[in-house]
């Protein structure tokens, strides 16, 4: 008897953890969706909010290895960039870069993205050296993936060429 109430509770707990995570995914995606409609209003300052949100969020849901996870810290480290709050949104992207990197090679895509926004974040904040060091890592990882001179590294190459124009 015991044993059966016990089993009976193990399962309406397990039943409750799996409604109350389909809740958190749901505020999770509303979350996204206000960060994106505040980014297309140039709110950028009122978007930090709701995205250091989906950053907590992410993590309870998916923990620190995800691909979430990653996108969540990507998005505030550009809000942060917007706002001209360069070392958090270093702080923000290297984080993203970390968990992409530990991806498999289906994620090269959001690796050099995160590459290059790291960078220009990096570029905006006097960091010359080190910008420079992310873009060329973002066209390495398509050049090791596509091979030199491919057309997916284009537009890695160009950003880097653009930064060297501006540094003269």
Do not use: W
């Amino acid at each position: 008897m015991i044993m059966k109430k016990l089993l009976i509770t193990i399962i309406l707990l397990s039943v409750c953890s799996v409604y109350a995570q389909t809740d958190e995914k749901e505020t999770l995606k509303q979350l996204n969706q206000e960060v994106i409609a505040l980014y297309r209003n140039q709110k950028f300052d009122k978007a930090l909010k709701p995205a250091q949100q989906a950053v907590d969020l992410s993590l309870k849901i998916y923990g620190e290895e995800r691909t979430e996870t990653a996108d969540a810290y990507r998005t505030l480290g550009v809000m942060y960039q917007e706002t001209k709050k360069y070392k958090q949104s270093i702080d923000s992207l290297q984080r993203a870069v970390g968990i992409y990197q530990k991806m498999s090679d289906s994620k090269h895509e959001e690796l050099v993205l995160a590459y290059q926004i790291l960078a220009y974040s990096q570029f905006l904040d006097n960091r010359k050296a080190e910008s420079e060091t992310n873009y060329l890592k973002a066209i390495e990882v398509y050049e090791n993936k596509f091979g030199k001179e491919s057309r997916e590294s284009f537009l890695a190459t160009l950003n880097l060429a653009n930064i060297y124009v501006r540094l003269k």
